[in-house]
């Protein structure tokens, strides 16, 4: 009996659901916690008196801890678990941006960004291995871009927060909301670990009590391999891991170049001050119809064609915003670059966990989460420069070029997942 027959019979519908509401409430605080600096940054500045610059280390703070909780969380839910890691990180996360609400100093205010970035960073790669492990291969691409679409969910609840409450108070409130994140934390002491995982460690009693199946049949395990990063590189897996690499950089820079200062981007295009906020919200908005538009195509047409279909999407809609100037244009390609970014977004974290094999799936996660954070930290200073130059026009349209040239290689190099079976 293989893996993915063994899922099928243990985990029910209702268990499967139930999971991927879990781990998408945790998924969507995360995004919370990053796009709450689009709407803060700017009342941040005025507040403290901060240079761009210093706005800049501001919003790449946040990716700092990101790369540091990615990089090393993988490993650890490697060795100690899906469950256990998810929980502590998305409790560190939370603690920490709570907390950022009651500061005083921007140094102190980056510190905190750091230590919470860590939390939430380093639960992303977790929650996705971890819902991975419970899916069978029929709707495994499904549930993984649903999961990767709750980041819409979370963008919007951060957007409705600030626009609807904080917004007529004061900043610090946005952060205190990040508390939310408790609610997913306390939520995952009600379900088992991976039942993958549990196997894969040998530990059959326990699986067998949690899961009330008896195990008669010889289970077709992964092989064993020594968890490394360098594992990612070796013969077999270095092709699909430089570009499954390039992949996710292209979507964390061009998502972050964008959103992190999307405001000042709508202000130099022409657009009021006063819509600035508004026009940033219907964006967050339209990133949900992109992710549910890659749920549809990733069983559809297959994983190699929805890549490279929405990184064309994307390349085109940023040149088309980048050479567009009344406000009604600037609105409608704004929501049409959401709609392709987020689709590939749900794509890559969709895709990401097939290309490996049980065994190394959380560091796989985990390398691919910490070059986005990375991708994520210069993507600000990028189009800061741009944005103090007054041509950010350019530096979108070098942002498309990228993602045309991804979306091209991942298509002649990757291999097509859809249906296959996961080791």
């Known amino acids: ?66 790369f540091i909780g990615t990089l ?48 939430f960073g380093g639960s992303m790669p977790v929650l996705n291995a971890y819902l991975t492990e419970f899916l069978n291969v029929s709707i495994r691409g499904k549930y993984l871009v649903y999961l990767e679409s709750s980041w819409a969910i979370g963008s919007i609840f951060i957007a409705i927060i ?33 039942p993958k995982y549990l196997l894969i460690r040998e530990k059959k009693e326990k699986f067998e009590k949690l899961f009330n199946y008896n195990i008669q049949e010889k289970i077709t395990l992964p092989k064993k391999e020594k968890v490394t990063i360098n594992a990612l590189f070796k013969k077999g897996y270095l092709v699909r891991s430089l570009n499954i690499l390039l ?16 405001k000042g ?37 297959g994983r190699r064609k929805s890549v490279l279909l929405f990184a064309l999407g994307t390349a085109i809609s940023f040149i088309i915003f980048a050479s567009v100037s009344s406000n009604l244009l600037v609105l409608i390609f704004s929501l049409v670059v959401s709609i392709f970014c987020m689709g590939e977004w749900g794509l890559t974290y969709a895709y990401t966990p097939e290309l490996y094999p049980t065994t190394m799936r959380g560091t796989a996660n985990g390398v691919s989460g910490a070059l986005t954070r990375f991708s994520g930290f210069i993507a600000p200073f990028y189009t800061s420069y741009f944005l103090e130059r007054g041509n950010i026009n350019i530096g979108l349209i070098g942002i498309a070029i990228l993602f045309m040239l991804t979306g091209i290689l991942n298509f002649i190099f990757l291999p097509e997942t859809m249906k296959k079976e996961v080791d």
């Open 72 to 119: 090393s969380a993988g490993i650890i839910s490697d060795y100690f678990g899906r469950k256990k890691s998810a929980m502590f990180l998305l409790f560190l996360g939370s603690f920490f941006s709570v907390l950022s609400g009651f500061i005083g100093s921007p140094t102190l205010f980056i510190i905190f960004r750091i230590l919470s970035g860590i939390g």
């Open 247 to 262: 992949l996710w950089f292209t979507m964390s820079f061009g998502y972050y170049g964008i959103f992190v200062w999307v």
């Open 162 to 194: 600030h626009m609807f409450i904080a917004r007529n108070f004061t900043w610090r409130l946005d952060y205190i909301f990040l508390g939310a994140g408790f609610i997913p934390f306390l939520l995952l002491f009600t379900v088992p670990e991976s």
């Open 1 to 66: 009996m293989t893996f993915d027959s063994l899922i099928e019979k243990v985990v029910s519908q209702s268990q499967r659901n139930y999971l991927l509401l879990i781990t998408s409430l945790g998924w969507a605080m995360v995004a919370a916690y990053v796009m709450i600096i689009s709407f803060t940054l700017p009342l941040l500045i005025q507040e403290w008196n901060l240079s761009n610059i210093f706005a800049s280390t501001i919003a790449s703070s946040t990716f700092i801890g990101m």
């Open 265 to 301: 981007i709508l202000a130099q295009k022409g657009v009021n001050i006063v819509l600035t906020d508004w026009y940033t919200f219907y964006m967050f908005l339209a990133q949900l119809p992109g992710y549910l538009l890659a749920a549809y195509l990733i069983e559809k047409i």
